[in-house]
């Protein structure tokens, strides 16, 4: 494939040069740095919003030379938790997390049979401590986390201990058809910079001899291939510049205030667990999490060819969210919390009313423990992958994080909204049903986030030595 | 892809001429609207005429030269005969599991959305290459299942062209089946994955355990400039007047509902709202899947002339009996192979004499083409006595 176009404008490029990816794409992007460190900062070929908090982070701008060091990183200082990223992003003013705006997902197949052998493991447990020398655990360094399917862990005699759920992925409603994901691992890195990103990718499992200066002993790919690669970006800006995708109207409606293809902020800091809450509490992984990641494809023309804003709040948030006009612009009015919990009480007679059911109103319903915690951590960003073609097409990766599986299991059929399509025929299986007219799920994979003394190619008892 | 099970297709392209359009090749019928069989129902009779509906009368098919509907009709309050004859091309029709699909279009068509009780028209919009029609039915007993939900993916050489959910709809030609105008690139050949979702409708007797799991299948699709020529739309010089086009002949099943007298039970009366035919039996007990074991009231809901399945409705039922009342509550949508699609619930008892009182929730959310779009809108209580 062709390098992106460097005429692009930054955020597209930088988009483009991730989704390329290989010695290809990280070579273009340091071409850009280049030539962008040497030139003034007007010079930079697309307008965006000064108030944009990380555009100094993103392939250079002003105040920030694209050349800046990258910090380098302490394995020593690096959280035992894979999954703690949370204390290591931006935030915004009213602490939601803002999760790095570059990202990848390599899905990959160990290329032996059976269990893994000691030197697989030790070739697996040096790869990701290059990375962790390489690059400080931060957002505008480097994030990263290796993960293992039920189909990994079936390689092995011994089963995993009863404290960890961990089901292969299954249908989630009655009208998807998910292909699964059923690889070993997935390796889901995380950074600011597109730069950083595609070097710690490289060194990982591309050509790379040196990550951030540090040198590469050991590959990933030395024992496993690269089964699927999936690429995407979050963050106000990146949805609105890379809105150029099938699945999205040719009137280029998302806004750039927002960090999603759908027009709104997700993931306020009240409607999501901490990473307390969903951290395995004990057994031999305790200290990891489970990952649910689904691929959703969108279809907007609808979403904002057809539907008001009035009723795009009303089937993303809540009908009453709509009536009583807690949403303006992309919901930063929202705050810290969408406040949804104060709309989930007699759903049904609600959506008889309305004709509509909110999506978030859904899923708060079986979101929510017995003392009123949230139960899922949900991490998704967007992109415009098509998995299986090269085509670009608007879809969203959607990482979940929980202590069991089956939380998301009960939360995701709660978007369902079953009882609400018996309650009232106003909302249909997929209509007037939250936003599950313009989403399609086409993949979902289950994954052991093992703490971080276990990441290296798990055996299901580690501590027991199975 | 590899995960879903698709079957061989079966069926050439053809083109389908639709029962009523006097003059076309096929030359099935006269040009007489189809009326109910009684007769007082013949076209002109209904023909309360209250003035322009809300909605201005649409015109079918901007890209052919014969689309004209009546610019200015007066047209009754309830079903009017649309103002245009049409053709559709037949591309073929495939099986999976529980379900059979038929895919078909015709030129882009305006049609009506219902959310609870409001009306917003769907336009023709620049670009739309086509209206895409599916039907898609029980192969065991060909009922043809509203309210499963389906989803329409075109692809041309891999290529993602459009996904959509497509909407539950009534035409006069067509009766209930799904649809939606697509935009397309070009002429040649496409192919179209129809995916159904199961029902959350309550399924009785031995449709129990079926149609509860979602199921794919692909279809060609033909776009092309001798498919599309067979889609032609003439103007229909009784359009606007009571009554309705005939169903069109057509090789896969109508959403025609059965006629009182091939009802099982006891046929207990029936009522017309709003152009809208409630037909009301009872079983002396319920069928399988019915929570209670006492006799069972169904009412089979049906558009006036045609017979079609009226599905999607809130529809609340009071029996009384002596002016007491022995049963007030909703009546369950519901699937049954003999019933077909009715709204039903079982009750303590049925007598001679107890008067069961209708009273319509929400309007049956199913979009309509023209010539339904004035009907099943205000829809008033009713009665039948026993």
């Known amino acids: ?87 290591y992003v931006r935030g915004d003013e009213y602490g939601n997390a803002q999760l790095p705006r570059h ?21 697996v447990a040096t790869a990701l401590d290059t990375l962790d020398r390489a690059y400080a655990w931060r957002h505008d360094a480097l994030l990263h986390s290796i993960a293992y399917s039920p189909a990994y862990f079936d390689r092995f005699e011994a089963s995993l201990p009863d404290s960890v759920d961990l089901p292969p992925p299954r249908r989630l409603s009655d009208f998807e058809e998910p292909t ?40 990933l790919t030395d024992v496993a291939t690269v089964d699927s690669r999936r690429t995407g970006f979050v963050g106000a800006g990146l949805p609105a510049a890379n809105q150029d995708a099938a699945g999205i109207p040719d009137s280029e409606p998302v806004p750039e205030a927002s960090p999603l293809f759908m027009g709104f902020e997700a993931g ?15 057994g031999p992984f305790a200290g990891g999490t489970t990952k649910t990641i689904s691929n959703l494809r969108q279809r907007l023309d609808d979403w904002y060819g057809e539907q008001t804003f ?4 009303a089937e993303l948030f809540s009908p009453s969210h709509a009536e009583q006009g807690l949403v303006e612009g992309v919901g930063d009015t929202l705050g810290a919390d969408s406040g949804i919990d104060a709309f989930l009480d007699d759903v049904p007679a609600k959506a008889r009313e309305a004709g509509r059911i909110g999506h978030a109103q859904k899923a708060a319903r079986a979101n929510r423990d017995d003392d009123g915690n949230v139960r899922l951590l949900r991490r998704h960003f967007e992109s415009t992958d098509d998995i299986g073609s090269d085509q670009r097409v608007a879809s969203l990766h959607f990482p979940s994080l929980q202590r069991e599986i089956t939380a998301f299991e009960e939360v995701r059929r709660a978007m369902n909204g079953t009882d609400i399509t018996r309650a009232t025929p106003a909302v249909r299986q997929r209509v007037n049903n939250g936003i599950l007219e313009y989403i399609f ?5 289950n994954f052991l986030v093992p703490p971080r003394r276990h990441r290296a190619l798990p055996t299901p008892r580690p501590d027991s030595g199975a | 892809m590899d995960r879903r099970q698709f079957l061989a297709t079966t069926g050439a392209l053809s083109a389908l001429g639709f029962a009523g359009c006097g003059g076309d090749p096929a030359g099935e019928t006269t040009d007489t609207p189809e009326s109910g069989a009684d007769g007082d129902d013949t076209p002109g009779s209904a023909a309360t005429a209250t003035g322009a509906p809300a909605e201005t009368p649409l015109t079918s098919g901007s890209q052919t030269p014969t689309s004209a509907g009546m610019s200015t009709p007066d047209r009754p309050s309830g079903i009017y005969v649309q103002t245009f004859r049409e053709r559709m091309s037949m591309q073929g029709t495939a099986a999976t599991g529980d379900y059979a699909f038929a895919l078909m279009f015709t030129v882009p068509h305006t049609f009506w959305t219902v959310t609870g009780g409001e009306f917003s028209k769907t336009a023709i919009e620049d670009g739309d290459s086509l209206h895409l029609m599916a039907t898609v039915w029980d192969p065991e007993t060909r009922t043809v299942l509203p309210e499963t939900g389906l989803t329409v993916e075109i692809t041309r050489d891999g290529s993602l062209v459009s996904q959509e959910v497509i909407y539950p709809m009534l035409s006069q030609p067509m009766g209930f089946h799904y649809g939606g105008n697509f935009s397309l690139d070009g002429d040649g050949t ?3 994955t129809l995916s159904v979702g199961g029902t959350t409708v309550r399924r009785t007797g031995a449709f129990a ?42 090789s896969f099943p109508q959403s025609v509902v059965p006629a009182p007298g091939e009802l099982p039970g006891t046929v207990r009366g029936e009522a017309m709202a709003d152009d809208a035919r409630f037909v009301v039996t009872t079983l002396p007990s319920s069928p399988a899947g019915v929570d209670g074991d006492g006799p069972y009231i169904a009412v089979s809901a049906r558009t006036r002339y045609n017979s079609y399945v009226l599905p999607a409705m809130a529809l609340d039922a009071t029996l009384t009996r002596d002016g007491e009342t022995v049963f007030e509550g909703p009546l369950r949508r519901t699937l049954d192979p003999d019933l077909r699609y009715h709204y039903g619930a079982a009750v303590d008892g049925v007598e001679s004499g107890d008067e069961l009182a209708l009273s319509v929730a929400t309007v049956p959310q199913v979009a309509r083409h023209e010539g339904y779009e004035t009907a099943f809108r205000q829809m008033g209580d009713v009665s039948v006595t026993f």
């Open chain 1, 1 to 87: 494939m062709d390098p992106p176009d460097s005429s692009l404008p930054r955020r597209e490029f930088a988009k483009a040069a991730v989704a390329l990816g290989g010695a290809t794409g990280l070579a273009a992007c340091l071409d850009r740095l280049g030539s962008e460190s040497g030139t003034a900062s007007e010079s930079r070929p697309d307008t965006e919003n000064e108030s944009d908090p990380d555009t100094a982070s993103e392939l250079g701008s002003k105040g920030s030379p694209a050349t800046t060091a990258v910090p380098t990183g302490d394995p020593t200082s690096v959280p035992e938790r894979q999954h703690a990223w949370g204390a």
């Open chain 1, 103 to 123: 990202q990848v997902l390599l899905y990959v197949t160990l290329d032996g049979d059976g269990p893994p052998t000691v030197d697989e493991r030790d070739t």
């Open chain 1, 180 to 219: 699964f994901d059923t690889q070993d691992a997935v390796v889901h890195l995380a950074s600011d910079r597109p730069d950083v990103l595609l070097e710690a990718e490289e060194a990982l499992v591309g050509a790379g001899e040196t990550a951030n200066g540090v040198s590469v002993d050991a590959k």
């Open chain 1, 268 to 282: 306020f800091r009240g409607n999501q667990a901490t990473e307390d809450y969903v951290t395995i509490d004990d």
């Open chain 1, 310 to 313: 009035e009723e795009r709040v």
């Open chain 1, 441 to 445: 799920v086409r993949r979902r994979g």
């Open chain 2, 190 to 192: 496409y192919a179209a």
């Open chain 2, 209 to 250: 355990s079926r149609f509860g799991e979602p199921a794919s299948v692909e279809i060609p699709l033909a776009f092309t400039a001798a498919t599309r020529e067979a889609i032609a739309t003439r103007p229909f010089d009784r359009g606007g007047e009571a009554g309705a086009l005939r169903p069109m002949d057509a």
